[in-house]
């Protein structure tokens, strides 16, 4: 038997066991007691291999995504690589395994040594960010299907004030710390748990979460990817790799010639004003109250330190164990009570309350502990959001923040610099080269950009 023939049976024989291994080894049970075995909530494991297949198709899409931004400068790719995201990763892995849900994973492995995380989903949480940190956010471009499915939907944008979109900034910073801490407690995967649009992959959610996503979707019609912008905490650690990334999303491929196209064509409100013309009283003014802020920061942090230390208590009673000792100690007649099945099945375990008391107190000093450094955090993610606002950054042309920048690649398609211009000009009708934002035959809802006739390409 030749070499090649010996190779393609070995690879032949891994497939079969692979797939046996897949599938279920005994038949679910049968009872004669009417009792219906309920559907599993997430989906089943799959074989070790195809596991690295589903990290080969992640790792493969992000280097297609870069390769996309980086050298065709193609939004028509982006857009069509996103679908084909969204159908794997979303539609056919059911939401499973998820960056976004992978840093649960971590922290569970890193503060509970019983629990060995496996290679996918380290995997799956380390990639997206050494990709963001030398390109930029690929992954949100085309990579994750909670944005996909969103940034489909985008269909009239509008733009957020920055005093309504900096504070709303706050939200995925508390979901993240709430979420490591969770998870670190073994409490819950809340990012799992309430994820709006998983129950539309597995075509099965509660009734509130299919509100919840179907709410989503519906304000992402006007505010573009809510989800993504002011919710995600996996976002949080993307826009920190993003701002250091060696490479970012460049809107024009040439000198940039000031139409402002980019920054009405971008939806996520990502594009930065040119800064040059700033008076200098407002940098002076800018730099005495940043020595202010930068001076407050420490009670900012002791701040949320005090005010997380005073939410423990009620943090901690979303811990299964906590919230029985104290249904128990409050509600003593509940132990009759057969249809309450966390009561019963205690009962059941021989365990006494001493025990289980023990156990709750516990878990009730570790979200103390956890509880301070979460306000902690919160504190100083407040205070350095204030210091970003007064931070000034000199920059003559309109540029992308690599932190906010989901490198969709808009801004690129609908930049007229470097695109041919037909040789006769109407007065009133576009260039041929200019992609009108409003749609063809009449202006678009950026207008037409000022002395754009006058320029040659």
């Known amino acids: 038997m030749s070499k090649w023939k010996k190779t393609g049976s070995a690879f032949f024989l891994s497939v079969l066991e692979g797939i046996s291994f897949a599938q279920q080894r005994f038949p679910k049970p049968e009872f004669e007691t009417g009792y219906v ?3 599993p909530e997430t989906p089943a494991p799959r074989a070790l291999f195809l596991e690295y297949l589903d990290v080969g198709v992640l790792f493969l899409v992000l280097l297609l995504a870069s390769w996309l931004i980086y050298r065709k400068r193609s939004r028509r790719g982006i857009l069509w690589l996103s679908v084909f995201s969204l159908a794997y990763f979303g539609f056919y892995r059911e939401g499973c ?48 299907p909670l944005g996909a499915i969103q940034d489909l939907l985008v269909a009239k944008p509008v733009a957020l004030a920055p005093w309504v979109r900096k504070p709303l900034g706050l939200i995925p910073h508390l979901y993240l710390g709430l979420a490591v801490l969770f998870a670190a407690t073994g409490t819950e995967f809340i990012i799992c748990r309430y994820d709006p649009f998983v129950g539309f992959f597995r075509l ?7 509100i919840l996503g179907i709410g989503f979707l519906v304000l992402g019609l006007f505010v573009a990817r809510p989800y993504c912008r002011f919710l995600c905490p996996y976002g949080v650690l993307l826009s920190w790799m993003s701002r250091f990334s060696k490479r970012s999303l460049s809107i024009t491929p040439a000198e940039c010639i000031d ?37 407050l920061l420490p009670v900012f942090v002791a701040g949320g330190c005090f005010l997380g230390g005073r939410a423990h208590v009620f943090l901690s009673k979303a811990h299964p164990d906590v919230r029985l000792a104290e249904l128990l100690i409050s509600q003593p007649e509940v132990r009759n009570d057969p249809d309450n099945i966390d ?8 365990k006494t309350m001493e025990t289980l008391i023990a156990g709750a107190l516990v878990v009730r000093q570790e979200f103390y502990y956890g509880s301070l450094i979460l ?14 606002q007064l931070a000034f950054r000199e920059h003559t042309d309109y540029e992308p923040n690599k932190a906010d920048c989901f490198s969709c690649g808009r801004c690129m398609d609908y930049c007229p610099v470097g695109k041919e211009v037909g040789k006769t000009r109407e007065v009133g009708k576009n260039p041929g080269g200019w992609k ?5 035959g009449k202006p678009g809802r950026c207008g037409k950009p000022p002395g754009f006739d006058e320029y040659l390409i």
């Open 37 to 39: 075995q309920p559907s």
């Open 97 to 144: 395994i998820c960056a976004v849900g992978s840093v649960q994973n971590v922290a569970l492995s890193l503060f509970r040594p019983e629990y060995a995380i496996s290679l996918t989903a380290l995997a799956f949480f380390l990639i997206p960010l050494v990709f963001t940190l030398f390109h930029g956010r690929t992954f949100c471009a085309a990579a994750c």
């Open 204 to 210: 099965d959610a509660r009734f509130v979460m299919v």
């Open 259 to 295: 139409c402002k196209l980019c920054a009405k064509s971008c939806p996520f409100d990502a594009i930065e004003k040119p800064t040059n013309r700033q008076a200098a009283d407002v940098k002076e003014s800018n730099a005495k109250r940043f020595l202010v802020y930068g001076l």
């Open 343 to 350: 009561v019963q099945a205690f009962l059941a375990s021989g």
């Open 375 to 388: 306000g902690a955090f919160m504190g100083l993610v407040a205070g350095l959001m204030l210091l970003n």
């Open 436 to 440: 009108n934002p409003g749609g063809l």
